[in-house]
């Protein structure tokens, strides 16, 4: 069973940075697409990056593009997202998720949810000044 655990959440004030991992354990991410997700008060989930953690292959959302940059360790057991230019819109929890690479990392499966089979708990990000 593959287990995500997500860190790196916190308070921040706007214009800063954040950088969170996804560490995984249980079984190896090399087969799997890592996508991080997140969900804010009263609003649906929705998807921020993906990376394909075999090859490295990564898409961004296009809210994102800019500010965001993942990526995953040497060892591919931990996906990082690093997070700039943080606003108070972006306070919400982040969800780091998993499941099979089959289709181009660019495919709209790998930008919804209900694409993915494992999660993690989620840690929240707040942004304010």
């Known amino acids: 069973q593959l287990q995500l655990v997500e860190s790196g959440g916190g308070l921040a004030q706007p214009g800063e940075s954040l950088r969170l991992s996804c560490a995984a354990s249980?079984?190896?991410?090399?087969?799997?697409?890592i996508g991080w997700f997140r969900h804010a008060p009263g609003k649906e989930r929705e998807g921020v990056s993906c990376?394909?953690?075999?090859?490295?292959?990564?898409h961004y959302a296009d809210s994102w593009k800019g500010r965001v940059t993942i990526s995953r360790d040497n060892a591919k057991t931990t996906v990082y997202l690093q997070m700039n230019s943080l606003k108070p819109e972006d306070t919400a929890v982040y969800y780091c998720?998993?499941?099979?690479?089959?289709?181009?990392?660019?495919?709209?499966?790998?930008?919804?949810?209900?694409?993915?089979?494992?999660w993690g708990q989620g840690t929240q990000v707040t942004i304010s000044s």
């Open positions: 990376i394909s953690v075999s090859d490295g292959s990564t």
């Open positions: 998720a998993a499941t099979p690479r089959l289709y181009d990392i660019n495919s709209y499966y790998y930008t919804q949810p209900v694409g993915y089979d494992f």
């Open positions: 249980g079984l190896s991410l090399n087969s799997y697409v």
